[in-house]
């Protein structure tokens, strides 16, 4: 498990930066798919073969579809009147991605690794 330590972080960086996608859903779908590629990399490494719906039953950050635009929406005049205040959200926003991916990956890791 050492060794995937940076692929980990990699991924947890990639997840992050879906953050900063400024499309609603888009940000979640990307985010996603990351995940993905991390659940398979983890599960590979433990010598596991896991389907797509179990890999994605593990990865997948659930969408609310119609919040998730409405957020959008909302965001947009916070964004213009208040600009560093929201890129402060943004960065706590990739911050959590990130640590959602990391701890995924932990949870996915073989007993008594690391």
């Given amino acids: ?26 940000d979640t779908l990307a985010q996603n798919e990351v995940r993905r590629r991390l659940v398979r990399t983890v599960a590979e490494a433990r010598g596991a073969t896991l389907t797509d719906g179990e890999v994605a039953s593990l990865a997948d950050q659930p969408m ?15 964004k213009k009147l208040l600009g560093p205040v929201y890129w ?3 960065a706590w926003s990739a911050r959590r991605a990130a640590l959602d991916a990391m701890e995924l990956a ?8 690391g």
Avoid: F
């Fill in 64 to 78: 609310d579809t119609v919040g998730r635009v409405v957020r959008g929406l909302l965001k947009w005049p916070v």
């Fill in 88 to 90: 402060g959200y943004v």
């Fill in 1 to 26: 498990m050492t060794q995937s330590i940076p692929t980990v972080r990699r991924h947890a960086l990639a997840v992050a930066a879906c953050e900063l996608i400024p499309v609603p859903l888009l």
């Fill in 106 to 113: 932990a949870l996915n890791a073989p007993a008594g690794a």
